[in-house]
């Protein structure tokens, strides 16, 4: 059984351009969520992604905009790049309405801008 | 606004004994979940254990237990027997009260937590 994966691994950027990161979702699952870690710190929720629709935003910028498909994979994508976009990020599923709320993180992809 | 503070910034543990992280978590709501997270230099985040906040009993995972206080709003994590592959970042989360079954996680700062053999 599959996990969350997510791809690339690392990405290498520069300042003002635009990247697209990949998610896809354990098995069974429809609901797909962004976290941004920068170095040091806690994660911080971007969004949530259920039935192809944004469901709940955190405190992020219209530069941090997402997808998702019927697949139920997600992409989150990040325009006009900022040094402090450099973090890791972290795509987690769950169900929806499950028991416990638990969401199975993917291995992430470390984000550099330059 | 919810919010979860980890003290802690760094710990340190002898091979074998036992160790406690600590977290106290801040919420106006009654219903709530808590989660501790383990995070290896690799950067995935390892789910370890969950409370919910109307569980009668503190939940425990293999050598994993969370000591609930929900009074005083703390949600420790205690390690039994540590190993050297525990060393990690350590991570204390709410999620949100579970409203229209969307839900997000939020975080604390997390312990650096290092075993020594």
């Known amino acids: 059984d599959a996990g969350v994966t997510q791809s690339p691994t690392h990405l290498i950027k520069t300042r003002g351009q635009q990247v697209t990161l990949r998610c896809s979702p354990k098995?069974?699952?429809?609901?797909v969520s962004w976290y941004q870690q920068a170095l040091g710190q806690g994660p911080q929720f971007i969004f949530q992604?259920?039935?192809?629709?944004?469901?709940q935003r955190g405190n992020f910028p219209d530069r941090f905009s997402g997808h998702q498909f019927p697949n139920y994979s997600s992409e989150l994508n990040v325009n006009a790049l900022l040094l402090g976009d450099s973090a890791l990020y972290l795509c987690?599923?769950?169900?929806?309405?499950?028991?416990?709320?638990?969401?199975?993180f993917g291995p992430g992809t470390r984000l550099t801008v330059l | 606004a919810q919010k979860i503070t980890q003290t802690q910034p760094g710990m340190f543990v002898q091979e074998k004994e036992a160790v406690t992280l600590d977290c106290t978590y801040d919420t106006s709501d009654p219903s709530y979940g808590l989660f501790w997270y383990k995070q290896p230099s690799s950067g995935e985040m390892i789910f370890l254990i969950y409370q919910g906040s109307y569980d009668q009993q503190n939940a425990t995972e293999g050598r994993y237990s969370l000591n609930f206080q929900k009074a005083r709003k703390s949600a420790n994590l205690v390690i039994s027997a540590s190993q050297l592959g525990d060393s990690a970042m350590y991570f204390c989360?709410?999620?949100?009260?579970?409203?229209?079954?969307?839900?997000?996680?939020?975080f604390g700062a997390g312990t650096r937590l290092a075993v020594h053999p």
């Open positions: 098995s069974g699952h429809d609901t």
């Open positions: 989360a709410m999620r949100e009260p579970f409203s229209g079954g969307y839900n997000k996680l939020i």
């Open positions: 987690a599923s769950t169900i929806r309405d499950p028991k416990t709320g638990e969401q199975f």
């Open positions: 992604y259920y039935e192809e629709e944004e469901r």
